[in-house]
């Protein structure tokens, strides 16, 4: 489980839902600094400053951190950073792509917004081929012409991900429904497609959130999920 807020916003807010899924269970905290978003005049991330707040929430809470790099300029403030995000929008920047084949961390490649599972796997290649096999794919919703979900979430790509590659595979069921209360579901139905990972976004105060609020669980519910994970996913491994 891969859980934390969609962006740091601030010492208070990381270090509270970083010790608060951590009890919950989760294993990595995720939180973004560098945020691609649709609009140039909403919350652009605290860039630097926010790889700095995780990495003081790492050291007080021993969580391995996951975050998002935008662009190869960045690399050089990514050095403990534990696992680099690739976005929906940055999937097929190849030359950033080839950049992060010549490190050696994981990499986290996130389907593109209307991404083919093929299209995935040659992302991961440029990654491979560069000397990385330390690559995990995630789905994470595609656009369709539904409306009443942000994305639509295509859990088929876990058991088709898995034949055709691998590679560990997890789901996103937070940016794949856009809405809060379609995460325990979804999480829950990963869980049961196979899926080797969950990445949840948790917030303190969805509700003021800078970014995703919507689709954000309290840490109350996230704990709830992480639970009833637990459980579907004892049943399946038996
Ligand atoms: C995120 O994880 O916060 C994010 C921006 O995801 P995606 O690239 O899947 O939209
Ligand atoms: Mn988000």
Redesign the pocket.
């Known amino acids: 489980m891969i859980a934390g807020p969609?962006s740091v916003e601030s010492r208070e807010q990381i270090l509270e839902v970083a010790r608060s899924v951590k009890e919950s269970g989760a294993a990595f905290l995720r939180g973004?600094a560098f945020k691609?978003r649709t609009s140039p005049y909403d919350f652009q991330g605290l860039a630097a400053e926010g790889i700095e707040l995780l990495l003081e929430a790492k050291r007080e809470t021993g969580m391995p951190i996951v975050t998002?790099i935008m662009s190869a300029h960045h690399l050089p403030l990514f050095e403990d950073v534990d696992v680099i995000?690739v976005?929906?929008?940055n999937i097929q920047n190849f030359e950033l792509l080839k950049e992060l084949g010549h490190t050696r961390k994981p990499i986290l490649l996130?389907r593109g917004i209307a991404g083919t599972l093929k299209e995935l796997l040659m992302s991961a290649e440029y990654v491979m081929s560069g000397g990385n096999e330390n690559v995990i794919l995630c789905e994470?919703g595609i656009r369709s012409y539904e409306t009443a979900t942000r994305n639509t979430l295509d859990l088929s790509a876990v058991p088709v991900l898995h034949e055709l590659s691998h590679l560990p595979v997890v789901v996103?069921p937070s940016?794949a429904t856009g809405v809060a209360r379609l995460v325990r579901p979804m999480a829950l139905a990963a869980a049961a497609a196979g899926a080797d990972g969950l990445m949840i976004e948790v917030h303190n105060d969805p509700k003021n959130a800078l970014c995703?609020g919507a689709q954000s669980l309290t840490p109350e519910q996230f704990a709830d999920v992480a639970r009833r994970v637990r459980e579907i996913r004892s049943i399946i491994h038996d």
């Open positions: 969609c973004g691609p998002e995000q976005g929906a929008r996130k994470r996103d940016h995703d």
